[in-house]
């Protein structure tokens, strides 16, 4: 397998709205947004009119260029490096992906191997939690609209909770001193967000009044009314 050693540099610019990945002959895993264009390059290397030029996307032949015959693809899916431009990815535009260069004596000069992976952008995660019975504990929940390859973070305070990684948090009051602040933030190989912040407020449950007789009638009254014995003596 020949390698082209100046290209072999892996670039990938997640911030532009069009993404670099840059030649290797390793399998790479590039990771792109829906909606997004992607150039997969074979480098600045221009062609020559007699190499012989072929993009796959698992295993099928999606562009083809002998002798400047283009068949099948159009001469615009490629640039004059012979990178693939792919336009508003779609979940049908991730796959494997290969490329093959050969010179017009059939040594292949050049190639590009790797994986492309078309992910939607995280939406804003929303933080909603419940106190627990006793007021000691929380249970907070992060959640985000499509939680397909996302990856969970916690902050308290603004620092990150090592370890969690989970949708959910428990948490014991107790062990976090101040103010209660927790967030999450939510990420996939493409983008990340941020959830709003949120205090938590747990009373202790108030101590159970005792019962009162009025209490005892009005229990009785749902569960006897129906035979018409209820509250008699308490009616005015
Ligand atoms: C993708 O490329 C097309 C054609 O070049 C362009 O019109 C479009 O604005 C690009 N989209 C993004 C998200 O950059
Ligand atoms: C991009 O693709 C989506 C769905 O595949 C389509 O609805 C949308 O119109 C396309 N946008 C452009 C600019 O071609």
Same mark, same amino acid.
């Given at each position: 397998m020949m390698v082209c050693d100046d290209y072999r540099l892996f670039v990938l610019l997640l911030t532009t709205s069009s993404i670099v990945a840059a030649v290797s002959e390793e399998t790479l895993n590039v990771y792109a947004l829906l909606g997004s264009n992607l150039t997969l390059s074979l480098g600045q290397k221009l062609l020559s009119y007699q190499d012989t030029l072929r993009w796959t996307q698992n295993n099928k032949v999606i562009f083809s260029r002998l002798f400047g015959v283009v068949? +099948? &693809?159009? +001469? %615009? $899916?490629?640039?004059a490096a012979g990178s693939l431009q792919l336009l508003?990815? =779609? $979940? =049908? =535009?991730a796959g494997d992906y290969k490329a093959d260069v050969y010179d017009r004596t059939g040594v292949r000069v050049n190639g590009w191997s790797g994986k492309v992976y078309v992910v939607e952008k995280v939406s804003t995660p929303v933080v909603t939690f419940l106190c627990g019975s006793s007021g000691a504990t929380a249970t907070l929940k992060c959640d985000v609209r499509n939680p397909k390859h996302v990856v969970f973070a916690w902050t308290h305070e603004g620092q990150l909770l090592t &370890?969690? %990684? !989970? +949708?959910t948090l428990s948490v014991s009051?107790? !062990?976090? !001193?101040?103010?209660?602040v927790f967030g999450c933030s939510v990420s996939n190989s493409a983008s990340k967000a941020q959830s709003n912040a949120v205090q938590l407020k747990c009373k202790p449950p108030p101590p159970l009044p005792p019962p009162t007789p009025k209490d005892y009638c009005f229990k009785a009254s749902t569960v006897m009314a129906a035979v018409g014995l209820c509250c008699s003596s308490s009616s005015p």
């Open positions: 068949r +099948p &693809g159009k +001469p %615009t $899916d490629v640039d508003n990815l =779609s $979940d =049908s =535009s &370890g969690e %990684t !989970k +949708p009051l107790a !062990k976090f !001193k101040g103010n209660k």
